[in-house]
């Protein structure tokens, strides 16, 4: 896995001691009820793309083993123009490219796995044609 949402942020500073009694309290009034459990299943977005098509997208987020999502994001296009794609994982590019709509539907898909991060992540996908300017996006709360 290459891509930033999985690398842990360095140089963050130790926590206080007043913030670690805080949340050891939290902890010891609510419980295990204090930590959220995500649902296990899989979250999804659906949108028409923006422009003069007829261009749909969709993006599929689901849990794997080991602390980990995985992120499908999918263009079905009426051409199969050069498109330039970005997903985002809570508001930092995770990854990008661009990729030639093709296949007999003239669509693509794009898998990633992301790190999935205590509390709920924010997955963010954009897909642009490069000849005519249409707009595809998504977002997923996970």
Not at 13 to 40: C, E, N, W, Y
Not at 85 to 108: P, Y
Not at 125 to 141: H, R
Request: proline residues 2%; positive net charge; contains cysteine.
């Amino acid at each position: 896995m290459d891509h930033l949402s999985t690398r842990r942020a360095r140089g963050r500073r130790a926590l206080s001691r007043a913030t670690v009694l805080v949340l050891t309290v939290a902890l010891a009034t609510f419980g295990p009820s204090a930590i959220a459990k995500k649902d296990d299943a899989p979250a999804k977005d659906r949108n028409s793309c923006r422009g003069n098509t007829t261009s749909w997208n969709k993006l599929k987020v689901a849990a794997q083993n080991s602390g980990i999502l995985e992120v499908t994001a999918v263009v079905f296009s009426d051409d199969s123009d050069v498109w330039e794609w970005k997903l985002k994982h809570n508001d930092e590019v995770s990854a990008k490219g661009t990729v030639k709509a093709k296949d007999a539907d003239k669509s693509f898909k794009i898998v990633r796995d992301m790190g999935d991060f205590p509390g709920v992540d924010f997955i963010d996908f954009k897909a642009e044609n490069t000849a005519n300017g249409e707009i595809c996006t998504s977002s997923v709360e996970y």
